[in-house]
T-cell receptor
Framework: ETGVTQSPTHLIKTRGQQVTLRCSSQ?????VSWYQQALGQGPQFIFQ???????GRGNFPPRFSGLQFPNYSSELNVNALELDDSALYLC????????????FGPGTRLLVL | KNEVEQSPQNLTAQEGEFITINCSYS?????LHWLQQHPGGGIVSLFM???GKKKHGRLIATINIQEKHSSLHITASHPRDSAVYIC??????????FGTGTSLTVIP
């Protein structure tokens, strides 16, 4: 049973705005990864956080940034939103080095108008 | 070119059929992951493989590192297996790449 939660579940923003998405990890997990999934596509890796530092990043511009807090929860921030940022944003938590234990949250669906 | 390619994109099967989904990748990997995604977005991890074969219930996953290829097999398919199956890889540089998924529909 996954204990990863994300908020909000749905969000509508307009171009140019900024958004913050939140993720609470499965209890005890110290690593959080964020993914973007456009409609009909597979997820794309945005970045991973471990010990409150970014530890691996996909091909996303700097306007995508993140934070991990001491309780291992995490935020994804996106500045200067573009229409193509409309997607399902998934976070997943795991123990460091144990990718097979990665648990996914239900996602936040972002629509940029 | 995508680092991970899956086939087929869509698959419809009758209940009870044996199903195979294929995944090919083009980079060196430290691990390959099979995921299941249900309508609405929820993703469940099925297998993580770095070599050989794994079995869990009616699901079997195999990987051939030399050929850069993995397969997910479902025996005695059931309508509840209907979902999108995604292959994902972790390269040696801690980057993750995902296939676009195979949408499976199992008809009763």
């Amino acid at each position: 049973e996954t204990g990863v939660t994300q908020s909000p579940t749905h969000l509508i923003k307009t171009r140019g705005q900024q958004v913050t998405l939140r993720c609470s990890s499965q209890s005890g997990h110290n690593t959080v990864s964020w993914y973007q999934q456009a409609l009909g596509q597979g997820p794309q890796f945005i970045f991973q956080y471990y010990r409150e530092e970014e530890n691996g990043r996909g091909n996303f511009p700097p306007r995508f940034s993140g934070l991990q807090f001491p309780n291992y929860s995490s935020e994804l921030n996106v500045n200067a939103l573009e229409l193509d940022d409309s997607a399902l944003y998934l976070c997943a938590s795991s123990f460091w080095g144990q990718w097979e234990t990665q648990y996914f949250g239900p996602g936040t669906r972002l629509l940029v108008l | 070119k995508n680092e991970v390619e899956q086939s087929p994109q869509n698959l419809t099967a009758q209940e009870g059929e044996f199903i195979t989904i294929n995944c090919s990748y083009s980079v060196g990997i430290s691990a390959l992951h099979w995921l299941q995604q249900h309508p609405g977005g929820g993703i469940v991890s099925l297998f993580m493989l770095s070599s050989g074969k794994k079995k869990h219930g009616r699901l079997i996953a195999t990987i051939n590192i030399q050929e850069k290829h993995s397969s997910l097999h479902i025996t005695a398919s059931h309508p509840r297996d209907s979902a999108v199956y995604i292959c994902a890889i972790k390269n040696t540089g801690n980057q993750f790449y995902f296939g676009t998924g195979t949408s499976l529909t199992v008809i009763p």
